[in-house]
């Protein structure tokens, strides 16, 4: 018969098998308390007793496990004495003993809960055969009883976890309320069970200032800004506060009678701020009644945060300030975009500058601030089209960092929207900058190229416009091109280098009138004139002053 289970059940078992004899014949006690080497069982007899009242007594004082009690008995009955013995609550294994053939007796017993039933005369054998047959009972549910108590330690352990999966279950998808009420009751909710309000906070840029800390250090910050959470709401109202992410936590909040919940958002924000070095951002949805609406209170906690995209960070929104309908759909001119975009093409970052600003003020310049997800597809939308240009004037192998700044803003959805436009005009300067060098480059070796090609022929008297075809350029930015590059005009470098060649020319021993000709020049004088205005001197004088063959 059990009577009880759990930790009591556990400590009886773990001390020893204790078994009573209860009969008002002595020699049928003595015979199976003698007879009978129940310690070689595991059994030992506790005490005797012979009547009913007697054997409550002795019950009560040595807890047995089995106990074999005669039905027919002074004072009081087998049958009375096993009703009293039910009413104490212990776990016992009861055999009767009877001399009687009544059934009636037998089925009050069984009722009673009685493990077997004995008719006189009996063998020891059989009171042997029986007992232990109570034992391996016993053993069994010893074993069920452990095995129940090892599920429930290990619930216990479990609650925080249960709890924490079952509120983000409930803030996700709807239940129904009967469902919702079960395993509320079963994981010992400490909240009201009704008027719930949802708060998400999310820590400021964590994920980027935690990147090189130790995960020790990383998790000290988490765990003190729950339990500065959990006191400062503690203080005002009933809330349970838990891990929704990373960077982000949820509190289920039953709203103070005394303090508005926003009031208490921002406490949780002051304090957090007050004793750590991290600052954070808070949406707070709006007030429910029962446990299944808590997913409609998530809902708009989120919509609450994401416009904290506004401030910055270290603030409260609330969603009872979130414009109907996410406000209008944010819309830039269309010249201003085609303006910037042709800014960057040409590398001229003052221009892209201005243009980029002028296009943050026009989205800026509503009243009612749109939805903070539609803002973002318009930056990251502009992103694109800038990459697009970008890619288009710089070669693969220098876009390295501009992808690597692109990659950083698509996956950082916690940007503020100063933070998004900070990082579009990085993006733009480092851009800009890339142009500048790419043109540059380019304007060398165009410039380079037609050098090469005047070196080859200084025989040929070629125009400005001449040299400028050679590149694919009108001769005017040519002209420009070559004297940003060079220092000099065209005309200024080709009579350099001719008057150089000429130099060299002198000393093997040619004539003048034959160095004339090979430069171009089919006026001796003229060439004469020329090389005397560049190096101070005569043809004849440079060669009689520097050696070569008369």
């Known amino acids: 018969m059990f009577f009880f289970t759990g930790r009591r059940y556990l400590d009886m078992w773990e001390q020893e098998l204790r078994m009573c004899v209860i009969d008002d014949i002595k020699t049928i006690v003595n015979g199976i308390v003698n007879h009978i080497p129940w310690e070689e069982h595991g059994i030992r007899i506790v005490g005797t007793a012979s009547n009913g009242e007697d054997g409550i007594e002795l019950i009560r004082s040595t807890r047995p496990h089995i106990i074999l009690s005669d039905i027919r008995m002074p004072k009081l009955d087998g049958l009375e004495m096993t009703r009293a013995i039910v009413k104490q609550g212990d776990l016992t294994k009861i055999v009767f003993l009877s001399g009687y053939t009544d059934f009636d007796y037998a089925q009050q017993a069984i009722r009673l809960g009685a493990f077997d039933f004995i008719q006189k005369p009996f063998t020891p054998s059989q009171i042997l055969e029986v007992v232990l047959k109570a034992k391996k009972a016993i053993e069994q549910e010893l074993l069920e009883v452990r ?21 983000r279950l409930l803030m996700r998808y709807p ?24 708060m998400l906070v999310e820590i400021d840029h964590f994920m980027e200032r935690s990147q090189a800390l130790p995960v020790s250090e990383v998790e000290l910050i988490r765990f003190s800004i729950q339990n500065i959470m959990e006191e400062t709401i503690a203080t005002y109202t009933t809330g349970f506060v838990f891990r929704e992410d990373v960077h982000q936590f949820a509190a289920i909040l039953n709203p103070s009678l005394e303090e ?10 002051e304090n957090i701020g007050k004793y750590t070095r991290h600052t954070v951002s808070i949406g707070l949805g709006g007030e429910v009644e029962e446990v299944h609406e808590i997913s409609r209170s998530y809902q708009q906690a989120m919509t609450a945060l994401s416009y904290n995209f506004y401030t910055g960070g270290d603030s409260v929104y609330s969603f009872s300030n979130v414009p109907e309908h996410g406000g209008l759909t944010p819309r830039y001119s269309a010249d201003k975009e085609k303006e910037l975009l042709y800014c960057i093409r040409l590398g001229n970052e003052e221009k892209a500058m201005q243009s980029l600003d002028e296009f943050f003020d026009e989205g800026q310049a509503v009243a009612v601030p749109p939805d903070p997800e539609a803002v973002r597809a318009v930056y990251y939308e502009l992103t694109f089209l800038i990459n697009r240009v970008l890619a288009e004037k710089i070669p693969p192998a220098d876009m390295a960092e501009m992808e690597a700044l692109l990659l950083d803003m698509k996956n950082d959805p ?8 900070e990082q579009l005009k990085q993006l733009c300067r480092l851009g800009c900058e890339k142009i500048r060098r790419q043109q ?3 304007a060398s070796q165009q410039v380079d190229e037609v050098i090469a090609y005047i070196r080859e022929h200084l025989d040929l008297n ?17 002209s420009n091109l070559f004297k940003k590059v060079t220092g000099m005009t065209v005309t200024q470098f080709v009579t350099t280098e001719r008057m150089e060649r000429a130099k ?15 430069l171009g020049y089919e006026d001796r004088p003229y060439f004469t004139e020329l090389f005397k205005r560049h190096t101070g001197m005569t043809p004849s004088e440079f060669r009689q002053l520097y050696g070569g063959p008369k």
């Open 147 to 167: 095995r129940m108590n090892e599920m429930e330690s290990k619930i216990r352990e479990s609650m925080p976890f249960l709890r924490q999966e079952y509120f």
């Open 175 to 198: 239940t129904s309320p009967l469902s919702a009420s079960q395993r509320w009751d079963f994981l010992q909710i400490p909240l009201a069970k009704h008027h719930f309000t949802v």
């Open 260 to 269: 508005k919940a926003e009031w208490i958002a921002e406490k949780c924000r």
């Open 414 to 421: 916690s940007l503020s929207l100063r933070e998004l436009q």
């Open 440 to 442: 540059s480059k380019e």
């Open 462 to 478: 070629l125009t400005i416009g001449e040299y400028a075809k050679m590149v694919y350029l009108s001769a005017s930015y040519f």
């Open 504 to 518: 060299e020319m002198l000393t093997q021993g040619m004539q003048v009138q034959e160095i004339s000709l090979a």
